[in-house]
């Protein structure tokens, strides 16, 4: 029974705010609905000011619905307790750069009510699940900003959350960072935890996410499977390997040869300037 309860359930969210006086409220998000299912990647898209991070405040009680609702596990997110599973990490997290890396964690563990043993075994934890052991005594003045959206994951994961919502997570962080995050965003799913992303970065999003939803003026305009929304219809696709030419010619006059195909393109498949940029640099490496 447990397994059939959303892990976010928002159904026909509204939020609008008040503008100067005798102007019509601003509607910042417009009867968005969005169900998450336990497990699950799911990456709210959309540009700059699309109703993104207002919807995911909603959903974390932190800004009051004008209508609609939001819950979290099945329960109401302007309740204190829906939020006992979650954790966060906003877009521009905020640290005290006097302190270490495990000093933080240690901070945020006590914050949630862990101590002792328990305490320094999440710590061990964590910096090594981002992969920061080597600098967990480094204070965070001396973090790079990708070093710090890691360490933002981290703080995020102290309490064991079954839910992590994740606003713009690898906004200024550099082609090497953004993969590390994303690589940790993929090892939190393999772990089970439920994951809610909300980017403009539309590559990071579909290296990562299960199903996405795309939100522009604060309305919901497109939803569903990643593999479904990307997909063209009416195209197939076909990837040989060490082909000859007689053979691809073979193949191109099969086609023109049938009633209502066409060859779209023909040539080699291309990566990305990311992929290509994170290969080279991985090979120089010592």
């Known amino acids: 029974m447990a397994e059939s309860i959303a892990a976010v359930e928002i159904r026909n969210l509204v939020k609008e705010f008040k503008t100067s006086f005798r102007r019509k409220p601003l509607r910042a998000v417009d009867d968005v609905s969005i169900r998450i299912m336990p497990g699950e990647v799911y990456g709210l898209i959309g540009p700059n000011g699309s109703g993104k991070s207002t919807t995911m405040k909603a959903l974390l009680g932190l800004v009051a619905p004008s209508a609609g609702q939001c819950s979290i596990f099945g329960r109401d997110s302007m309740k204190v307790d829906s939020r006992d599973e979650v954790g966060f990490l906003p877009e521009n997290p905020y640290f005290y750069k006097h302190l270490s890396g495990a000093e933080t964690l240690r901070f945020y563990g006590k914050l949630c009510g862990l101590g002792g043993r328990e305490l320094e075994r999440r710590v061990s934890e964590l910096l090594a ?6 600098a967990r005594d480094r204070r965070l003045g001396g973090y790079s900003k990708g070093m710090l959206q890691r360490i933002g994951l981290a703080q995020a994961l102290v309490q064991e ?3 992590v919502i994740l606003d713009e997570p690898t906004a200024g962080v550099d082609p090497l960072g953004s993969r590390q995050i994303r690589d940790l ?3 939190l799913r393999d772990q089970g935890i439920t ?7 539309l590559e990071q999003v579909q290296e990562v996410c299960d199903r996405v939803g795309i939100i522009f003026r604060g309305k919901m305009v497109r939803e569903g499977k990643l593999e479904d929304l990307i997909a063209i219809e009416d195209q197939s696709e076909i990837v040989l390997q060490d082909a000859s030419p007689e053979l691809l010619n073979q193949i191109r006059a099969l086609v023109e040869s049938t009633p209502g195909a066409s060859v779209v393109r023909t040539g080699k498949p291309r990566t990305t300037l990311e992929r290509l940029f994170l290969r080279e640099i991985s090979e120089d490496e010592p």
Not at 129 to 134: A, C, Q, S
Not at 195 to 201: K, Q, T
């Open 161 to 163: 959350p079954r839910l």
């Open 185 to 187: 965003i993929l090892k």
């Open 195 to 201: 994951v809610f992303l909300c980017s403009h970065l």
């Open 129 to 134: 699940l981002v992969d920061l052991e080597g």
